[in-house]
């Protein structure tokens, strides 16, 4: 049996007036990220987790956001197209670790639909996906509500 690790990072601007999408869901906020797609930070940290554990490349390298047809996409066609590109590498997914961090507003409510959404895109039972939410207790950009970041791990299995 062949294991694979990949991790997973991504960071977008916080700004007012925009939607909040997180784990491939509209979290009500008042500020939102701020991206060339929907910037579902928590999606494209996952996307290069995989990846980066299948060996292929990351996720600017896929879906430039140079392209116009990328242009406010649905992060979850992106991570289905990277799922593809990871079975018809030979992998599957055996377990996903996620942090996202962000001061407000408070995501722990949300994380059980993140979690299905996002099991129902890796094709894999819901308790393979962890996801835990954290601040940075008001510290630097993320403390201060301007950015939003997400870390994620993945092991896959050839």
Do not use: W
């Not at 997180?22 to 995989?50: F, N, Q, R, T």
């Not at 950009?141 to 950015?147: C, H, M, T």
């Amino acid at each position: 049996m062949k294991l694979r690790i990949g991790f997973g990072v991504d960071v977008h601007r916080l700004d007012s007036g925009i939607p909040l999408i997180v784990g491939g869901l509209e979290i009500p906020s008042d500020i939102g990220a701020v991206g060339h797609s929907d910037a579902d930070v928590l999606l494209h940290a996952i996307c290069d987790a995989i990846l980066g554990a299948a060996n292929l490349r990351d996720i600017g390298h896929h879906f430039s956001d140079k392209d116009p047809q990328y242009k406010g996409i649905d992060s979850k066609i992106l991570l289905a197209n990277v799922v593809d590109l990871m079975k018809s590498s030979g992998y599957a997914l055996i377990n996903l670790d996620s942090t996202v961090i962000l001061e407000y507003p408070k995501l722990n409510p949300h994380i059980p639909e993140m979690q299905s959404i996002i099991a129902e895109l890796l094709a894999v039972e819901i308790d393979a996906v962890s996801i835990k939410a954290t601040t940075h207790e008001r510290v630097d950009s993320f403390g201060e509500s301007k950015a939003i970041k997400a870390y994620a791990t993945v092991l896959l299995q050839k």
